[in-house]
């Protein structure tokens, strides 16, 4: 009985911790091949799986996505097991990581999954294929380019969140894998020894940060003037963006020129803004006005007059893009805006109305984005 239990412990025991495509997979070597034609047939199965990946390079970054057109980071790890084995894995990041056989980094080999902590909730968010000499090929939606792209985990964002490593296929013997030279099986070379066409770490694209130059053009609404008209104007902006991850979390730093035109009060304004966000979805700016013409409402008690329009400190607001749409050529996106405006009654008599809607903005607008570096 004891040696009983002891068998099946042992073989309870490598059926957890074994590589989950140890088999069940057409390429999957039969259960009395040697040590050399399993070593193969997994070399061969993780090339396949890395040419199917590298078919969606440029592919743009789209959550829930699993086409060329739109492809999100665990989707992208789907999609090359699929097209290459015709196998079914997890969907998700975190139901990947349960499913991998978990190994070190410096253990990792070509065709194994790396894992990340990408936010502050500390679960996994994002996965990606590895290459060897600590480089990996993912779908990204954020750093200096985004979509499906070459990374190494020298970059330091990707450094800083990696969690750990796990195997879809057992562990290669020594001296099947051979560093650079590990590509994809059937494209040449002999005995597994196949020449690669990856990028080196030094060509590997880098998420350190990206430049941005975008357009928005918002009409002004008229919420609080009675007999106002509906549409009370326009603010548009053009903006230069750097996105960066040099302070730590990511952050985005904007200058905007924003030219407007004030129907109600009568007016034209150029504020120039910088602004600040954690992402391109959430920003405050603020920032110096002109103000060119002589403000005033019509109420109910005849012209109100406003000052102050022009002044180092004539506006500050709130920018929400509830959602971002990335394509290939730039990302397009429907906003809101709120922002106070420094103009201020020349009148004694008291106007909650009038006052509130000289002293705010409230429009809602769309904005193209593209990467400039």
């Given at each position: 009985m004891k040696l009983l239990f002891s068998a099946v412990m042992i073989s309870l025991s490598a059926a957890v911790f074994a590589a989950p495509l140890e088999g069940g997979f057409a390429m999957a070597p039969r259960n009395s091949a040697g040590q050399e034609e399993r070593a193969q047939?997994?070399?061969e199965a993780r090339g396949k799986v890395i040419a199917a990946a590298k078919k969606y390079e440029n592919a743009p970054?789209?959550?829930?996505g699993m086409t060329v057109n739109g492809i999100d980071c665990s989707g992208f790890i789907c999609l090359s097991f699929k097209d290459?084995?015709?196998v079914t894995l997890p969907r998700s990041s975190s139901g990947l990581y349960s499913w991998v056989e978990k190994t070190s980094i410096d253990k990792a080999?070509?065709?194994?999954?790396?894992f990340f902590k990408t936010d502050n909730t500390g679960n996994i968010t994002h996965v990606a294929l590895y290459l060897g000499?600590?480089?990996f090929i993912h779908s990204t939606s954020a750093g200096t380019k985004t979509g499906v792209i070459y990374s190494t985990l020298d970059e330091s964002y990707w450094s800083r969140t990696f969690v750990g490593a796990g195997r879809a296929f057992p562990e290669a013997a020594p001296g099947v894998y051979f560093g650079n030279n590990f590509s994809t099986a059937g494209t040449g070379g002999a005995g597994g020894q196949i020449r690669?066409?990856?990028p080196t770490a030094a060509d590997a694209s880098s998420n350190s940060g990206r430049l941005l130059l975008g357009a928005a053009f918002a009409p002004t609404w008229n919420g609080f003037l009675k007999n106002g008209d509906l549409f009370r104007g326009f603010s548009a902006q053009i903006r230069l963006v750097a996105d960066t991850y040099s302070f730590g979390p990511r952050m985005l730093f904007g200058l905007e020129v924003r030219p407007e035109y004030d129907g109600a009060l009568g007016v034209f304004r150029l504020p120039i803004t910088l602004s600040w966000?954690?992402?391109d979805q959430i920003r405050i700016f603020a920032g110096p006005v002109l103000s060119f013409g002589d403000a005033s409402l019509s109420t109910d008690e005849g012209e109100r007059s406003y000052s102050g329009g022009t002044s180092w400190l004539g506006t500050a607001g709130i920018t929400a893009a509830p959602f971002i749409y990335k394509t290939s050529s730039g990302e397009f996106a429907p906003y809101l805006e709120i922002a106070w405006q420094s103009y201020f009654s020349d009148n004694q008599a008291f106007d909650l109305n009038a006052d509130f809607s000289a002293?705010?903005?409230?429009s809602t607008g769309v904005r193209w984005t593209i990467q400039v570096r």
């Open positions: 047939a997994y070399l970054y789209l959550y829930g290459a084995l015709g080999q070509p065709g194994d999954l790396l000499e600590r480089r690669s066409d990856f966000g954690p992402n002293g705010f903005r409230f």
